[in-house]
């Protein structure tokens, strides 16, 4: 398995004859908002013109919605982008990485030639953030970089202990980036987020992804928050181009789509407890408790069961997350996305049959 490989490849031919169902990647269940289809159908023809270099209208909304300075904001293509463009602008030579987590942090650090040192997040700890142990280890980094909710355990920071180390970090001229990418999936989403913040710590760099909670990862839309004097550097450091015309037309209307979001976030809300209740009635399978639209659990059988349970899987044309190239990971773990109902019960009754031709139960 390919140390940086994603899921939501489904380009592979699926062995039913159809469409390959998706659990490996984390999007929104309700798939486009309606208003986003048609804001995307509506400005088609604006591709013969460059899009805006500055995304002024897609900066605005950002601005309003999520109640930020347009000046402390700084458009991606995907977040992704943006932690590539944070690393290759600032160029640290130490980075923190708690794992298990998302591995385009760990990548784009090293492709911009920074050294990554790993803080294990422990699964007798329930992969809490270990914030004493990122603490003593602030004098030996110039970058941390933490995920929450966490991609792919789910586990939330707790406020309180993320704006202590916050504080010894900016103490100490250490940047941290917060990825917030699975946030928006929250109601309480304000009670943890962070990005009203980096005027109080200004090496704080607060990233969000809007393909997950809005289904645009094939238009590939993001953005941070930070101080205007990153930002600046950010912006001179990319691609001026980097956000395409659909994008941002998609992003404007996905912003004002409330009734979708509303409706995303009760749905989400209610399945997730579904399908980790239903996962957790299967012999040998420890699941932990879902945060936002994805569940992260674990096969007690062991490798050789799960690499025969996915591939029993793939010739039904299904596709699980393998997390067995996370680093920090010691063992057979899983993560499935949270579908629709119909969808969540063909996995289950997928795993229920495979249980049973493998003796599993």
Sequence with gaps: MQRYEHGGNVYETCPTGGSWL??????????????VREAIVSHVDEIVNYPDPKVRALKAAIASFYGVPQEEIVLGNGAAELFYCFFYTVRPRRVLLPVPSFSEYERAARAAGAEVRYLPLL??????????????????????????????????????????????????????????SFLDFREDREKYTVRHLTKKY???FVVQSMTKFFALPGLRLGFGVAVPELCRSLEAGKDVWNVNSLAQAAGIAALADL???EAARRFVCGEKEFLAAELAK????????????????????GNDFLQRLLAALRQRGILLRD???????????????????????????????IWKELDAI
């Design 202 to 204: 200004p090496h704080l």
């Design 282 to 301: 299967l012999s040998g399978i420890e699941v932990f408790a879902p945060s936002v639209n994805f569940i992260f659990f674990r096969l007690r059988h």
């Design 123 to 180: 699964q007798s700890q329930g992969f809490s953030f270990a914030s004493e142990a990122a603490e003593e280890q602030l004098p030996n980094a110039d970058v941390v970089v933490l995920c929450s909710p966490n991609n792919p355990t789910g586990r939330l920071l707790d406020r309180k202990e993320l704006c202590a180390f916050l504080e010894l970090s900016e103490e100490h001229g250490v940047w941290v980036i917060m990825d917030e």
């Design 323 to 353: 997390c067995s190239n996370y680093p920090g990971l010691s063992g057979a773990y899983l993560r499935t996305a949270v579908r629709c109902r119909e969808e969540n019960e063909r996995l289950l009754s997928a795993m229920q049959a």
């Design 259 to 261: 009734e979708y979001q």
């Design 22 to 35: 998706d659990f490996s990647a984390n999007i929104s269940p309700l798939g486009l908002s309606p208003l």
